[in-house]
């Protein structure tokens, strides 16, 4: 049971959800590992690290190519005169994907963020044809990004599995009335998730509060499949 997690934007939360994931994963007995098929902005940046701390085992997550410049990854290529092969990145991402049990693959910003020369991250979604879960925010402005990502998602023929809303505190009325309002525009099951203090978990000696948030934010539809 492999699956995509893909973001509104970047900064979303996407790593938290995707470390929670494989950690949800594991302790339910599956062998699952999260593959990020590009990382920009390293080595100040490394979800794929984040990911292999929460589960406390290296083995929890691989990244396929890492690029410095926080840039999308065709941009941060193209400044650094690197080869960047769509098909490389494709190929790999279906290796973890044939390898593991369950592979949770973390999109790279939003969905039309360039990935290589002549492909978006909505591609490689689409190519990898796996269930998707999209990570968006809870505030304001949050509607329009969501119902947009979805549209683009379903268009290609790509099954969103849940929206999880991040970041969630129920603070004012936007806040509670985005979920039922997503899920009646994008007719998908929308979850909340607050917010998790990431210097916290990195000083924790294990992820299991970040699991735990994540166990309990996931779409019950996801979790019964």
Not at 44 to 54: G, Y
Not at 55 to 66: G, H, I, P, S, Y
Not at 186 to 200: I, K, N, R, S
Not at 201 to 207: D, K, R
């Amino acid at each position: 049971m492999s699956l995509f997690v893909a973001g509104t934007d970047t900064g979303v939360g996407k790593t938290v959800l995707t470390a929670g994931l494989v950690g949800w994963l594991r302790r339910e007995g599956i062998d699952a590992t999260a593959v990020k098929p590009c990382q920009t902005g390293a080595p100040a940046d490394d979800d794929a690290r984040f990911v292999q701390q929460v589960c406390e085992t290296d083995d929890a997550a691989t990244c396929l190519r890492r690029l410095g410049p926080a840039l999308a990854p065709a941009v941060a290529a193209r400044e650094t005169g690197t080869d960047l092969s769509y098909d490389r990145i494709r190929d790999g991402c279906r290796a973890a994907i044939a390898d593991w049990d369950a592979a949770v693959v973390e999109g790279i910003g939003g969905l039309r963020v360039p990935l290589t020369q002549e492909t978006e991250v909505v591609d490689l979604v689409a190519d990898l044809d796996l269930p998707t879960l999209v990570v968006a925010r809870s505030g304001l402005g949050t509607l329009n990004h969501t119902a947009l990502t979805v549209e683009a998602l379903e268009r290609r023929g790509v099954d969103v599995v849940g929206i999880v809303l991040n970041e969630y505190a129920a603070d004012g009325l936007v806040e509670r009335t985005n979920p039922a309002v997503i899920e009646g525009m994008t007719d998908c099951p929308v979850a909340t998730m607050p917010t998790v203090d990431l210097e916290e978990v990195a000083l924790a000696e294990s992820g299991d509060r970040l699991i735990d948030a994540v166990a309990s934010a996931l779409p019950r539809s996801f979790r019964g499949g």
